[in-house]
């Protein structure tokens, strides 16, 4: 762990999952008892799985993307739709407000 201290001084956004890594780590016989711990820790620092299901969606992006274009609709149009429209949570209507699928 870094300095342990945040920009404005206080407690850095992890230290809550430092703490129970660091228990767990000092009460456990064997450390991988602690890897849940661990993992929890390593993913507040650097957002590992966060980004990896950022990219996930933002692949299923291009690759509906790509097909609507191949459909005939312009990219512009597609790219215009935006990120959750191009995903198919929300759908455009021909008034240009956007609906919620059920």
Excluded: N
Excluded at 29 to 48: F, I, K, N
Aim: hydrophobic residues 35%; proline residues 1%.
């Amino acid at each position: 762990m870094a300095s342990g201290f945040s920009y404005t001084g206080g407690r850095s956004r992890c230290f809550a999952y430092w703490q129970e890594f660091s228990k767990c780590y000092a009460d456990a016989d064997v450390p991988s008892q602690c890897r849940l711990q661990a993992d929890d820790y390593l993913e507040c620092l650097h957002h590992t799985k966060e980004i990896a299901r950022a990219k996930a969606v933002k692949a299923e992006f291009i690759k509906q993307a790509e097909h609507h274009t191949k459909e005939g609709r312009k990219v512009a149009d597609v790219l215009a739709d935006g990120v959750i429209v191009g995903v198919g949570l929300i759908k455009r209507d021909q008034g240009g407000e956007g609906k919620h699928l059920k």
